[in-house]
C-alpha cells in the first residue's frame, strides 16, 4: 500500500491510499465505481430491502443509481473547487470532513473522518483519516443505507480498511503532512 497526492494548496492537501491490489487509488476507483451504472445497480439490488426501508423515502433502484452518479460528480466537483480556491477565498477540506465519530469533540492526532456527498440525505461516504490541521488521505468510501457502519458487510469493510490504515501510518510513523511526503 502507498499514498498518492491527489492535490495540495493553500496549507492543505488531500491524498489517497493505492492499495497493492489495485490499479488506481481509492478516490479514483470510488468515483469510477459510483458512475459504473452497472455495479450500482447490481449494489442497489443486492441491498433493496435496505434502499426501501422508509429511510430515504419512495425510491427505485432506477432512481438511486441516477441519484448516486448525480451525487458523486457533484462531491467530485467540491474537490475541484477546493484544489482551484485562490487566497482571497479559499475551500477547506476540513468544511467537508466530520470526524467519523459523532461524539469527537477535540480534533486527535490522527483521526478518522467521513465525508458525505452534496446532495441531502446523501448515502455517500469518503473515509479519511486527519493528519493535523488540514491533510486528508483518503482509505475507501461505500453508499451507507442503514443506520450504522456494522450492519452491513461492505460498509464493516471500511471501518476495518480505516483501522489498518491508521495502523500502517502509526507503523511507518506518519503523524504530521511532512512525513506523509517522505
Not at 90 to 106: A, E, Q, V
Not at 113 to 134: C, D, F, H, M, Q
Amino acid at each position: 500500500m502507498k499514498i498518492v497526492v491527489i492535490f495540495e494548496t493553500q496549507n492543505q492537501a488531500l491524498f489517497s491510499f493505492k492499495y497493492d491490489d489495485e490499479e488506481i487509488d481509492e478516490l479514483d476507483r470510488l468515483f469510477d465505481q459510483w458512475q459504473d451504472i452497472e455495479y450500482l445497480e447490481d449494489f442497489f439490488t443486492r441491498n433493496r430491502s435496505d434502499l426501501t426501508s422508509g429511510f430515504f423515502g419512495k425510491i427505485s433502484i432506477e432512481e438511486a443509481v441516477l441519484q448516486t452518479r448525480k451525487d458523486a460528480k457533484e462531491l467530485q466537483k467540491q474537490f475541484l473547487a477546493i484544489e482551484e480556491s485562490d487566497e482571497n477565498n479559499p475551500l477547506y477540506l476540513n468544511s467537508y470532513f466530520k470526524p467519523l465519530d459523532n461524539i469527537t469533540y477535540k480534533q486527535n492526532e490522527l483521526e478518522k473522518t467521513k465525508a458525505y456527498g452534496i446532495i441531502e440525505n446523501s448515502w455517500l461516504r469518503l473515509y479519511a483519516i486527519r493528519v493535523p490541521e488540514n491533510y486528508f488521505i483518503i482509505t475507501g468510501g461505500t453508499i451507507k443505507l442503514t443506520r450504522t457502519m456494522r450492519e452491513r458487510s461492505h460498509t464493516q469493510n471500511e471501518l476495518d480498511r480505516l483501522d489498518n490504515c491508521l495502523a500502517f501510518l502509526r507503523a511507518n510513523g506518519i503523524f504530521d503532512e511532512d512525513a506523509i511526503r517522505d
